[in-house]
């Protein structure tokens, strides 16, 4: 690699350093390519050589986010060997508390409709997490369309998240744990766990 690809790579590299940490402390509004310039030193069309759009330096530093979050899934799994419900049950602790710890990548990782995703690949990034609860609620619920329960379980996972970052769960069960919401969402979706 020669030094100026080196130092486009260093560049890229920063850009998307930078835009996750304005992401953490201020939230998806904040991320201009303007600003993310500025924040990293460069002139405001620096990024542009980089990622021609602003959607594909989102759709980099949301890759960043579901990386981390592959990587405390990959953590949570460990060897494998634990019965479906509780590897489903202990990734959906880790999904919230991920939601919960990172609210503004969490945003930023699950709005599609803001993310240029095809030729970066994000979706080779996002996709095997969900490929990876369908596999678990399959062998849980045999007889059910394992996608469809995937989907509702992971909606239901994204509400809890949600209306617990607004404060609202915290105010209707008068509770700051959300583990008893999370074991209800994954009775409804997987069954009694003492019918199991």
Do not use: C
């Given at each position: 690699?020669?030094?100026?690809?080196?130092?486009?790579?260093?560049?890229?590299?920063?850009?998307?350093?930078?835009?996750?940490?304005?992401?953490?402390?201020?939230?998806?509004?904040?991320?201009?390519?303007?600003?993310?310039?500025?924040?990293?030193?460069?002139?405001?069309?620096?990024?542009?050589?980089?990622?021609?759009?602003?959607?594909?330096?989102?759709?980099?530093?949301?890759?960043?986010?579901?990386?981390?979050?592959?990587?405390?899934?990959?953590?949570?799994?460990?060897?494998?060997?634990?019965?479906?419900?509780?590897?489903?049950?202990?990734?959906?602790?880790?999904?919230?508390?991920?939601?919960?710890?990172?609210?503004?990548?969490?945003?930023?990782?699950?709005?599609?409709?803001?993310?240029?995703?095809?030729?970066?690949?994000?979706?080779?990034?996002?996709?095997?997490?969900?490929?990876?609860?369908?596999?678990?609620?399959?062998?849980?619920?045999?007889?059910?369309?394992?996608?469809?329960?995937?989907?509702?379980?992971?909606?239901?996972?994204?509400?809890i998240a949600q209306l617990w970052s607004w404060g609202s769960l915290q105010l209707a069960t008068g509770t700051d744990d959300f583990v008893p919401l999370l074991r209800t969402a994954l009775d409804a979706h997987l069954g009694s766990e003492a019918g199991r």
């Open positions: 690699m020669s030094d100026e690809e080196k130092a486009g790579q260093d560049l890229r590299v920063r850009l998307v350093d930078v835009g996750v940490e304005l992401l953490a402390r201020e939230g998806v509004g904040a991320l201009s390519l303007r600003e993310i310039a500025r924040r990293a030193g460069v002139s405001h069309g620096a990024p542009r050589r980089h990622f021609p759009t602003h959607l594909e330096l989102l759709s980099a530093i949301a890759r960043r986010g579901f990386t981390d979050l592959a990587g405390r899934v990959a953590a949570a799994r460990g060897d494998r060997t634990a019965p479906p419900r509780e590897q489903i049950a202990e990734l959906g602790r880790v999904y919230l508390e991920f939601a919960l710890g990172n609210a503004g990548m969490y945003e930023l990782m699950f709005r599609h409709d803001l993310l240029a995703s095809g030729h970066l690949r994000l979706r080779d990034t996002s996709l095997p997490l969900f490929g990876v609860l369908v596999e678990l609620v399959g062998r849980v619920r045999p007889d059910a369309d394992a996608r469809a329960v995937t989907a509702a379980l992971w909606a239901n996972l994204h509400g």
